[in-house]
């Protein structure tokens, strides 16, 4: 047998948890040796957090592209997503006219 590597040979002497579950996220990512968890470390008072990607969310958020359907949503909302019927007389004197005017 070949002398001991950090391989697939030496996976099955791999014995011990390196990490448990993190008290606050409750993901099993924190580090025993180091008492540490690597996404929001814990367990220092304030949570980890970076503002990286920013521009690049800017940059392919809703919005920047052609948004075919989104661009008539707001106008399609107005009248409750009804398609094919007239507008409805606001006042009473109004005439049936202009109704069927905007249905054809």
Same mark, same amino acid.
């Given at each position: ?11 099955? *002497?791999?014995?011990? $948890?390196?990490?448990?579950? =993190? ?10 040796? *180091?008492?540490?968890?690597?996404? =929001? ?13 920013? *521009?690049?969310?800017?940059? $392919? ?16 909302? $107005? ?12 006042? *009473? ?12």
């Amino acid at each position: 047998m070949a002398e001991m590597g950090k391989g697939i040979g030496s996976f099955g *002497k791999r014995r011990n $948890k390196t990490h448990t579950h =993190c008290v606050r996220r409750g993901r099993r990512s924190f580090h025993l040796q *180091k008492s540490r968890y690597a996404a =929001c470390v814990y367990p220092a008072a304030r949570k980890r957090k970076y503002n990286w990607s920013v *521009k690049a969310t800017r940059r $392919k958020t809703t919005g920047t592209g052609r948004m075919r359907y989104l661009r008539n949503v707001p106008r399609k909302f $107005k009248s409750g997503f009804r398609e094919g019927t007239g507008v409805s007389p606001r006042k *009473k004197g109004e005439s049936v006219k202009k109704i069927t005017k905007a249905c054809f």
